[in-house]
């Protein structure tokens, strides 16, 4: 049984930072991409970053230069490490994983967590 754990939200001023992590279980985890998504109430889940099985990254144009995505393989966790938060960035945040490379549709991954929330106050 595959199972991912988000934990690290919380409640953060604008500018300041939080550093998500994902550990998984029921999965070889070196086999699969992680990907971070968000939904804001009212609103669409979007991508936010993802890394592939051999360490490639990707992310979403907003938060370049803000956020990075990396992972342990030995400790089969993901993290998401956010700084300068915008109160816009209010969300619950999901990892999810699917094999090998990385994508940016919710719909191509395979498994996800329960989310986390983080709220940026302004």
């Known amino acids: 049984q595959v199972q991912l754990v988000e934990s690290g939200g919380g409640l953060v001023q604008a500018g300041g930072s939080l550093r998500l992590s994902c550990a998984s279980s029921?999965?070889?985890?070196?086999?699969?991409?992680m990907g971070w998504f968000r939904q804001a109430p009212g609103k669409e889940r979007e991508f936010v970053a993802a890394?592939?099985?051999?360490?490639?990254?990707s992310s979403t144009d907003s938060v370049k230069g803000r956020f990075t995505i990396s992972r342990d393989n030995a400790k089969n966790t993901v993290y998401l490490q956010m700084n300068n938060l915008k109160p816009e960035e209010t969300a619950v945040y999901y990892c999810?994983?699917?094999?090998?490379?990385?994508?940016?549709?919710?719909?191509?991954?395979?498994?996800w967590g329960q989310g986390t929330q983080v709220t940026v106050s302004s």
């Open positions: 029921g999965l070889t985890f070196s086999n699969y991409a």
């Open positions: 890394i592939s099985w051999r360490g490639t990254t």
């Open positions: 999810a994983a699917k094999l090998w490379g990385v994508a940016t549709r919710a719909s191509d991954y395979t498994y």
